[in-house]
């Protein structure tokens, strides 16, 4: 039987997985599918306690959230090729032009 | 009489077309036409209103014409602490004594105005107008003060007349020693109006009112000041005023000085009227002075010493015009005795016989100057009888009249001002008989010095022309002559008189300086030769007035009514007192009814001495006169050299009298210098102490502002400076945080996150 202890931590495995990715690695394209996976685990989360409730308003978020993330996945790719048109990298340590 | 506003107004009306147009534009013959027309329609104007003022009752002999309103109504604390309402009317008033004085400025002013367009016509044409322009000024201004009716009226007139007189005295303006005789008569004056000021307004505090009759009225009302009260110090106040302008001791010195000016100018102002000016006031506030015997005993003897000190120093001046002048200060002193001793009808008396008989003298004297191309020393003159004629008779008669030999002018009003001194003092009575032989030895040593004897003037170029060149030349040579060796008539006290008299007005320099100097525009001259007939009319006018004018006051004694005494009584008398005083005037001898009471003892003596007496004194008197001009005649006539003989003798005393008693070395010391070293003293006061106040506040903001510039710069910039490289040091430091690593941020974001939620879950 599946409990929602379960789904909490995959939820969480998924979650600092996610983190650790955003933190590690320098790669702009992978950063963003690590913020992905963050998503993704918040979304387990909410699906998780719908369910445990059965109450549908955590289905509704996590589908707003998908959307959402696909929204943002598209800005953030634009994002990402107007910075490589410019400094020929995607490079998150060369993104440091606002430092002192 | 309604018109007598116009008899001012008319020569006021000639002074602004010349003064406005004439300068610029007038011809000579216009500006001299203008200046004589309005003249004679004054004259014309005062005869009509003396005609018609003689045709009413003696005792109603007073009309007033008020013009316009000067001074509106103003509330004015009195002496007594009540209000007064200060209030002064444009008004003019004519009654017997202002008549007689308009009668004698349009008449001799007139007389004048014709003789001078003749003796100026050397002036170039502007100054020619500004000459007449002036002269008709002073007319205006001289007819203002005695018509006026009340002391401000009087007062504007009197300062115009000063004003007028500066101007013409200093006419001549590039000539440094006119310029400064004209100041001297103006500052000389101006001593005298701060008496005549304070005059006036103790005046209004005590009567609380500025009109003649109306403090006349409540002057009478008051007593008599037997001890030195207020009317005592409103008369010496008022005197004071009188004496600066009728140049008594001792504001007397301004009045010799001022013959700098044109001869028709000395004749007109400094003889005839202005001068008079004092005595006029003095007989106007009669009833006043009346009311303070005190003062009039220091008028009389004011005027007698004057008369005599003047009369002294006449005795030896060589100028011709100087001598005239110390005779008018001398003259006017008679006058002023007159008034002391309350004849105030004999002093106007005499005042307008001794305007014709000197206006005459000095008219004359101008020919003479004139006939010698400006000459003015009497040493370089004689025997000019045959070169003039006309002036020679005339002044002849001017000079017998000033001595009082009857029946000429001067007899009839001198004799009445030294019966008047006898009945009241002998002491004033002698000074002024001795007084009146040295009149007449002046006199005639005057006409002695100018007419008679041989002719020491320069030598003029006849035929020969060679002579011209070296005509200026040889003035020089003879002056310097005369000054190595000195007339006879001048003794050792010459060169050093020459060094001491700064305005000495005879000599070549003189005729160089001298607009007028002669040469009727060749710059030639053809010797001494008679004035034209603009010059001699006026003279043989004035010569007959000063022949008749003494019969209008011919004393009962001589089988007379003495008329012009009776006619100016009312204008002595308190305005109340007229309707009784007139019937009994022609008796009392210029005394006033209540004057009368004052002077018990002259009053009295005045009807009882017999006439008998009174015609011995007239004889001594003219036994006196008599004997001042046989002495003259011998002294100078008969045998020139005793006069070096006894000024010789006397040298000392002839140097004194030669220098005017020092009189005015002693003002330069004192006044004069005492002011210079007053305002140097003044000056270093202010250059040491209130410039060094001034420098030192300057000089202690200079040291301040340096220091706190200095603050500024090391306290202030030093914290503002410090504080901003503080800052910037700070920020080496923490500048570091700011790595620029996005991943750094997100790591800070994910611990911070950890500790809330850590704090959140168990910390609670």
């Known amino acids: 039987m599946v409990s929602p202890t379960h789904y909490m931590l995959l939820s969480a495995t998924l979650f600092m997985i996610g983190v650790f990715g955003v933190l590690t690695r320098r790669n702009i394209i992978i950063i963003f599918m690590s913020i992905e996976l963050i998503l993704n685990a918040v979304n387990i989360n909410l699906m998780a306690f719908s369910l445990q409730w059965q109450n549908s308003i955590g289905q509704v978020f996590t589908l707003f959230v998908i959307a959402v993330a696909a929204a943002e996945a598209a800005v953030g790719l634009g994002i990402i090729l107007a910075f490589y048109r410019n400094k020929e990298t995607i490079n998150i340590d060369e993104m440091n032009v606002m430092r002192w | ?764």
């Open chain 2, 1 to 764: 009489m309604d018109l007598i506003w116009l008899i001012p107004i008319i020569p006021g009306v000639g002074a602004l077309l010349n003064g406005l147009f004439g300068v610029r534009y007038f011809s000579r013959q216009t500006a001299a036409g203008v200046a004589c027309i309005t003249m004679a329609g004054a004259l014309g104007l005062s005869v009509f209103a003396f005609w018609q003022l003689l045709g009413l009752d003696p005792a109603s002999r007073v009309h007033d014409v008020v013009l316009a309103t000067w001074i509106p109504k103003i509330p004015l604390q009195l002496a007594d602490g009540r209000i007064g309402a200060f209030e002064v009317p444009w008004a003019f008033r004519l009654d017997p004594l202002s008549a007689m004085m308009i009668l004698v400025v349009t008449g001799i002013g007139f007389l004048i105005h014709v003789y001078a367009t003749a003796y100026m016509l050397d002036e170039p044409r502007g100054g020619y107008a500004r000459f007449f322009c002036y002269l008709n000024l002073f007319c205006f201004f001289m007819l203002t003060l005695v018509l006026g009716s009340n002391f401000l009226v009087m007062f504007v007139g009197w300062e115009g007349v000063g004003l007028c007189s500066y101007l013409l005295i200093g006419y001549w303006y590039e000539r440094k020693s006119a310029a400064d005789a004209g100041k001297k008569a103006f500052i000389t004056n101006r001593v005298g109006d701060w008496g005549f000021i304070l005059g006036m307004f103790l005046v209004f505090v005590t009567f609380g009112t500025f009109d003649f009759r109306v403090v006349a009225e409540r002057a009478a009302a008051m007593p008599v000041e037997m001890q030195f009260g207020t009317l005592s110090t409103i008369c010496l106040l008022l005197f004071i005023g009188a004496a600066g302008k009728s140049a008594q001791i001792p504001l007397y010195v301004w009045l010799p000085d001022a013959m700098e000016g044109p001869t028709p100018v000395s004749a007109l102002i400094h003889a005839a009227t202005m001068v008079t000016a004092g005595v006029y006031m003095v007989g106007r506030n009669a009833v006043l002075f009346s009311q303070a015997p005190i003062v009039m005993e220091v008028v009389a003897i004011v005027g007698v010493l004057t008369a005599l000190m003047a009369a002294s120093i006449g005795l030896v001046q060589n100028d011709i015009k100087r001598v005239l002048a110390y005779s008018t200060v001398s003259q006017l002193g008679y006058m002023f005795t007159a008034m002391g001793v309350g004849a105030f009808a004999a002093g106007a008396f005499h005042l307008m016989t001794h305007a014709f008989f000197k206006a005459l003298l000095f008219l004359g004297s101008g020919s003479v100057i004139h006939a010698m191309a400006g000459e003015q020393d009497m040493r370089r003159m004689g025997g000019l009888k045959k070169y003039l004629p006309v002036t020679f008779v005339t002044m002849l008669i001017g000079t017998l009249a000033i001595a009082g030999i009857p029946p000429l002018a001067g007899f009839f009003s001198k004799d009445e001002i030294l019966l008047s001194a006898f009945l009241s003092n002998k002491a004033v009575w002698l000074i002024a008989v001795v007084t009146a032989l040295m009149t007449a030895f002046y006199m005639y040593r005057l006409v002695s010095m100018t007419f008679f004897g041989e002719y020491r003037g320069p030598a003029w170029a006849g035929a020969h022309h060679v002579a011209m060149a070296a005509h200026t030349h040889s003035l020089d040579v003879r002056e310097a002559a005369i000054h190595g060796a000195p007339h006879p008539a001048d003794a050792g006290a010459h060169g050093q008189a020459h060094r001491v008299d700064h305005e000495t007005t005879h000599g070549p320099a003189d005729s160089a300086g001298h607009g007028h100097g002669h040469g009727h525009g060749h710059g030639e001259w053809h010797g001494p030769h008679e004035s034209p007939r603009a010059m001699t009319l006026p003279l043989m006018v004035l010569a007959v007035g000063a022949m008749v004018a003494g019969f209008v006051g011919v004393p009962a004694a001589l089988f007379g009514n003495n008329a012009i005494s009776t006619f100016l009584q009312p204008s002595f008398s308190p305005p109340a007192a007229v309707a009784h005083a007139a019937p009994e005037a022609g008796a009392g001898r210029g005394a006033p009814a209540e004057a009368a009471a004052a002077h018990e003892a002259g009053g009295a003596e005045a009807h009882h001495i017999s006439e008998a007496a009174e015609v011995g004194l007239m004889a001594f008197s003219v036994a006196i006169g008599v004997l001042g001009i046989f002495l003259a005649y011998r002294f100078y006539v008969q045998h020139p050299d005793i006069s070096e003989q006894l000024a010789r003798r006397f040298a000392a005393a002839h140097r004194w009298l030669l220098n005017k008693y020092y009189v005015d070395e002693f003002y330069d010391a004192t006044v004069v210098d005492g002011t210079v070293k007053s305002a140097h003293g003044l000056w270093t006061v202010d250059r040491k102490v209130v410039d060094g106040v001034v420098n030192g506040a300057g000089a202690l903001t200079v040291v301040t502002s340096w220091l706190s510039g200095l603050t500024d710069r090391t306290v202030v910039d030093g914290v503002v400076n410090g504080l901003g490289r503080t800052v910037e040091e700070a920020s080496f430091t923490f500048r570091r945080v700011q790595t620029g690593l996005v991943q750094n941020y997100a790591l800070l974001m994910l611990f911070g996150v950890f500790a809330f939620v850590t704090i959140y879950l168990f910390a609670r």
